[in-house]
């Protein structure tokens, strides 16, 4: 499949690599930046453009890796009309694959959900991706180009997608964010951040392994309060990491509670 790639991040260093690798001829790659996009397209084996209206007429997939906000903008400056035979897609987990619908006949979500970082390597053999198409055509040809790369590719509609995003954020980001808020307690009293590896390691394991559920352990878990009060009062030259510490350990004892 001939494949042109809108945007030069994350996600196009890694989906454009793959597309190469399983076959498709990645013919350009689009982005304003001038160094990403040589970047991203050199390594597609494609050529950069940095004006969009020199995007090529002949592809058959025009696919938007650009971030959430600017999907729809993009895809309205693209300087023709589709073909009946021509498709777009964006790469995004929280937008409705209706913002395309201006731009052709045949419009959908190539949606991989995983966190990408240049600086990783990614095998996408096992990284789910999530194909929605406008009708029966993109989603047949979204759903063979997408078995091409992976080997779990699933059928998922613009709601149920949103709610997959969503749950991402939670066991992606916030995750993230909550160890780096650990790294800043350790750096504080002088504690090197490696310290933390193993445990970090165990507790994603079991949580892939037993569920989340199960693998939960700690203070909130167990309903010693004598230790949250205790870690309350530490954080009290940081109040927002304090009133995070308090509302985390409320939701962990809501939710076993409940069960």
């Known amino acids: 499949m001939k494949i042109c790639i809108l945007g030069s991040g994350n996600v196009a ?3 454009g690599k793959a597309l190469l690798k399983a076959g498709h001829n990645i013919v350009q790659v689009y982005s304003r930046n001038k ?6 397209a050199k390594r597609c084996k494609a050529n950069a453009i940095v004006d969009i209206q020199e995007l090529t007429t002949n592809a058959d997939l025009y696919l938007l890796t ?3 906000d600017a999907i729809e903008k993009v895809s309205k400056s693209i300087p023709f009309s589709l073909s009946q035979k021509q498709m777009i897609a964006h790469t995004a987990g929280s937008v409705s694959i209706e913002v395309l619908s201006s731009t052709g006949e045949h419009y959908g979500s190539f949606y991989p959900l995983q966190t990408f970082s240049k600086s990783r390597r990614l095998s996408f053999n096992k990284i789910p991706m999530c194909i929605h198409g406008s009708d ?3 989603a047949k040809k979204m759903t063979s180009l997408a078995k091409t790369i992976s080997s779990d590719v699933r059928q998922i509609d613009d709601e149920i ?4 995003h969503l749950s991402a954020v939670f066991a992606c980001n916030f995750v ?3 160890i780096a808020e650990s790294e800043v307690i350790l750096a504080d009293a002088g504690v090197d951040k490696s310290i933390l590896a193993p445990l970090i ?3 994603i394991f079991k949580t892939i392994s037993q569920g989340a559920s199960e693998a939960q352990t700690g203070p909130a878990r167990r309903g010693d309060n004598k230790v949250i009060k205790s870690h309350l009062e530490m954080l009290s030259d940081r109040p927002a990491i304090q009133k995070l510490y308090k509302q985390l350990s ?3 004892k809501t939710l076993h509670d409940r069960q």
């Open 13 to 15: 260093h890694h989906i």
């Open 35 to 40: 160094v990403t996009s040589k970047a991203v």
């Open 66 to 68: 650009v971030s959430d």
């Open 136 to 138: 029966d055509y993109i």
């Open 161 to 164: 997608r949103k709610e997959i």
């Open 176 to 178: 993230t964010h909550l």
């Open 201 to 203: 390691q165990e507790t």
């Open 250 to 252: 409320s939701s962990i």
